[in-house]
Nanobody, 123 residues
Framework: QVQLVESGGGSVQPGGSLRLSCAAS????????MGWFRQAPGKEREWVAL????????FYTDSVKGRFTISQDNAKNTVYLQMNSLKPEDTAMYYC????????????????WGQGTQVTVSS
């Protein structure tokens, strides 16, 4: 089992920045791929950014490319999502997820989930 705990959400004005953190505990070898997903009210959960824990490969959905950066500190079993130039459409609950296999782009392929952290972008 892997436990994931997100932190770092909050409210920010458009153009602002936030950094989300996801701390993993438990049998952390079971997390070959880590990802950030988000879900806005009335919408389906969507992938935002993914990273292979054993390397540097990263993936970003088109709407966040150039604004968000996913990174990791394996010594701390922590994955980060740096979010810059935030827009109102980035408002959502953000979830951290882990997958034993290779990275995938659909939520159902992920094995472990955090409880989520709210990000609100509003003036």
């Amino acid at each position: 089992q892997v436990q994931l705990v997100e932190s770092g959400g909050g409210s920010v004005q458009p153009g602002g920045s936030l950094r989300l953190s996801c701390a993993a505990s438990g049998y952390t070898n079971n997390r070959n791929c880590m990802g950030w997903f988000r879900q806005a009210p009335g919408k389906e959960r969507e992938w935002v950014a993914l990273i292979y824990t054993g390397g540097a490969n990263t993936f970003y959905t088109d709407s966040v490319k150039g604004r968000f950066t996913i990174s990791q500190d394996n010594a701390k079993n922590t994955v980060y999502l740096q979010m810059n130039s935030l827009k109102p459409e980035d408002t959502a609950m953000y979830y951290c997820a882990a997958r034993q296999g290779g990275c995938a782009f659909v939520p159902r392929e992920f094995d472990y989930w955090g409880q989520g952290t709210q990000v609100t972008v509003s003036s």
